[in-house]
């Protein structure tokens, strides 16, 4: 076990695919960087693969709380072993929980802790929402229901009477990160909350170390209405997080912004929107489909 972030192990393909950059050495180092005051963090690896653990609160788990990691997945096609080693070397009692894990993913990892001798529970406990994306944007409309179609046309009708022609814009350099997290704490209740100074210094990282991306909502006055804070790959663009401007809510920016992201990505060839973890109702209404997550925990020497 070592904490060399610039392991040659992380070349190997991550078992799950489409999993953005949660399970790369930038995004979890930063994690470890801002987070691991209260965790203990070590990347496993051989010849075999690479998994990336902690531990808190005495429990083992993957490196990435789930409240800002989408998804996990262990790295290289032999992993399943390197997994099952590692779990037998555990002391008995040792519990573990891992969460966030795509299907590809949780097949390996039931596998690998059957492997060192573990019995595990296996259970669906969260799920992301993907948009798949056709050609052009009225391809996009068409595959949506009659009554979502509507309410996306009256939402941007409505928007644009109210405030005028809806345009999107990419902020960059210094400050852009902290500008989404100016518009995100004026949110009202846990919203707001969640975007401590700590949190905020995590997203400026992020933007800084590993390509997230800020982008703004403006109309004919100019101000930001709307931000989203994102990552995108060649074929998927993942919506980490937005935010809207709470005194221009019956304007509907945050649903205008989902759109012109949408947009966006299809004129960028992307193949997918990922609007990640989450079964909020405007995610179905704007065409996602269910990507099942699942956990498996148990206890070393225990029942699951």
């Excluded at 808190?56 to 993957?62: A, K, S, Y």
Aim: glycine share 10%.
């Amino acid at each position: 076990m070592h904490q060399d972030w610039s392991s040659a192990g992380f070349d190997a393909p991550p078992i799950a695919p489409h999993v953005g950059p949660f399970a790369t050495p930038a995004f979890l180092s930063t994690w470890s960087d801002h987070f691991d005051h209260v965790d203990t963090t070590a990347i496993v690896e051989d010849e075999r693969g690479l998994v990336v653990l902690c531990e808190r609160d005495g429990v083992l788990e993957f490196a990435g709380h789930g409240d800002v990691t989408d998804y996990h997945t262990p790295r290289g096609e032999r992993v399943a072993d390197l997994l099952g080693a590692h779990m037998a070397s555990r002391a008995p009692g040792t519990e573990f929980r891992f969460d966030s894990l795509p299907v590809e993913a949780a097949d390996v990892v039931q596998r690998g802790v059957t492997l060192g001798g573990i019995e595990a529970s296996v259970v669906q406990h969260d799920v992301a929402l993907v948009i798949e994306l056709g050609a052009s944007f009225d391809d996009h409309l068409a595959g949506m229901r009659k009554k979502q179609r509507h309410e996306m046309r009256r939402k941007r009708r409505r928007f644009e009477e109210g405030l005028g022609a809806a345009r999107l814009e990419r902020l960059s350099g210094p400050g852009a990160a902290s500008r989404f997290a100016d518009m995100h704490r004026r949110a009202s209740g846990d919203k707001g909350v969640f975007m401590s100074d700590e949190m905020e210094a995590f997203f400026v990282d992020l933007e800084k170390h590993c390509g997230g991306l800020v982008d703004v909502l403006l109309a004919d006055a100019g101000r930001p209405l709307a931000m989203s804070f994102g990552f995108e790959d060649d074929e998927t663009y993942y919506l980490y997080n937005s935010a809207f401007e709470p005194a221009e809510r019956e304007h509907s920016p945050g649903i205008v912004l989902l759109e012109m992201l949408i947009r966006a990505a299809i004129a960028a060839g992307r193949r997918r929107v990922d609007l990640l973890k989450g079964d909020e109702e405007y995610k179905y209404r704007l065409g996602g489909a269910p990507r099942p997550l699942y956990l498996v925990a148990g206890t070393v020497g225990g029942n699951p």
